[in-house]
């Protein structure tokens, strides 16, 4: 909202300037006033349309054009990133699921989700583990994909001068999510396998995993 009124006020500035340029400058129309004073202040107005313009034609040239073209360079690493945390988000979904799909959280419901978790043994062994080759139950493998998604975030934000707001906001969003506070220790205690099997444990993953879901699936839109 405030950049939307920033900018509106800069392009007022600029049609302002662009006006008296063409008015006093060129005499396209009628100068500013007709009193005593009018040809001082027109020019005065005039200089300082001439340094506006000038301020924004440099501005272009030194700063807005060249950071263009380098997250034109940069965005295709960027993009590969986003596409890396996208599949470690989906490896959170596909270690319950009995077949591989790349895309499982480009479509999932939240209620496909539900049946996903709720049907599940917390300690039986993740299928999507096995797939890559390791032997891990469903905690310990999102507990190992909790690290590889904040170290993936961690990179991406390297380039967040490259990334706008919203970009930034949702980056923020799966980092801080619940949902790694629920996964941020793995135990096989008696006590842990009473807490991970239970209703309100799964019901509260489902939810905070579908939010992470959501901030990913948005994430990716505002890259194309």
Known sequence: MHMKIINLILCLLT?????????????WFWTIGSFEN????????????YSYIAGWIFYLLVSYFPQKQRKKILLPAIQL????????????????AKDEDWYLIDVITKEQLSQFITNANMYANSYYAQVVGFQQNHLQFLHATKSNVFELIKQILFYKEY????????????????????IKVYEDTPMA???????RFKED???DLYDVIIHMRNLCKSFK
């Open 15 to 27: 049609l302002c300037a662009g006006y008296i340029i063409l008015t006093v400058g060129l005499g």
């Open 38 to 49: 009018a040809d001082r202040i027109n020019q005065v107005l005039l200089n300082l349309s």
């Open 81 to 96: 990133k986003i596409e890396d945390l996208r599949k470690q988000i989906n490896a959170c979904v596909q270690t319950f």
């Open 163 to 182: 990334l706008s707001a919203e970009q930034l906001l949702l980056l923020e969003k799966i980092h801080d999510s619940t949902y790694f506070h629920l």
């Open 193 to 199: 396998q009473i807490l991970y099997s239970s209703n």
């Open 205 to 207: 993953m489902v939810i």
